[in-house]
Each structure stands twice: as structure tokens, then as C-alpha cells.
């Protein structure tokens, strides 16, 4: 059984930063690509940013710049670092695995992320 904790959500102002981690615990598990995706009240879950195996990164076009995202290996850790956040990226932050490249197959709880003056 794979495990993944969120942490790091919060309240913050515009143009605040924000770190989140994704914590993964379990055992013979794979990793094609680790991600993180955010949904917002009213709104479908859209994709943030993804980590593949490879070692490429991928991000939407509306946090392209803003966000970075990374992985511990030795921790088995995800982080997704928020800058320059604005009141649209307001979502509760989930992140995810998909383990042999055929969607996503683990899921967190999720972390609130509330940008707001």
C-alpha cells in the first residue's frame, strides 16, 4: 500500500510564497511521472506540475515561471515551491502518482492553499 501525505497548504497573501511537500511512504512501488494537481471550488482538478521518471518537468501554462517543482530522493519526497502567488491559484493541492505511465494511481488527502489580502 502507497501512502501520500500532503503538508505545507496555508493561508497567504498575494504575492506570498508557499512550499508544499508530498510525502510517499510504502513499498514496491514505481514512479513514471509524480505530480500535482489542484481544484478549485466550482472548477475541475487541472494538472500543476508533474515529475517524471526521467527527470523532466512539466507545468501548466498559468503557474509556468511561478511555480517550481522537486523531488528528495533520499526522502522520497515531492515539493512543489509557490512564488508570486495570486487569488486564482487558491485550491485545495493534491498530489499523485501514476506508477507505470497509465494515470494516476495514488492519491493524497490534498492541502488547502488560500491566497487571499
Known amino acids: 500500500q502507497v501512502q501520500l501525505v500532503e503538508s505545507g497548504g496555508g493561508l497567504v497573501q498575494p504575492g506570498g510564497s508557499l512550499r508544499l511537500s508530498c510525502a510517499a511512504s510504502g513499498r514496491g512501488f514505481t514512479i513514471y511521472a509524480w505530480n500535482w494537481d489542484r481544484q478549485a471550488p466550482g472548477k475541475q482538478r487541472e494538472l500543476v506540475a508533474s515529475f517524471t521518471s526521467g527527470g523532466s518537468t512539466n507545468y501548466a501554462d498559468s503557474v509556468k515561471g511561478r511555480f517550481t517543482i522537486s523531488r528528495d530522493n533520499a526522502k522520497n519526497t515531492l515539493y512543489l515551491q509557490m512564488n508570486s502567488l495570486k487569488p486564482e491559484d487558491t485550491a485545495v493541492y493534491y498530489c499523485?502518482?501514476?506508477?507505470?505511465?497509465?494515470?494516476?494511481?495514488?492519491w493524497g488527502q490534498g492541502t488547502q492553499v488560500t491566497v487571499s489580502s
Open positions: 499523485n502518482i501514476d506508477p507505470i505511465g497509465r494515470g494516476p494511481h495514488y
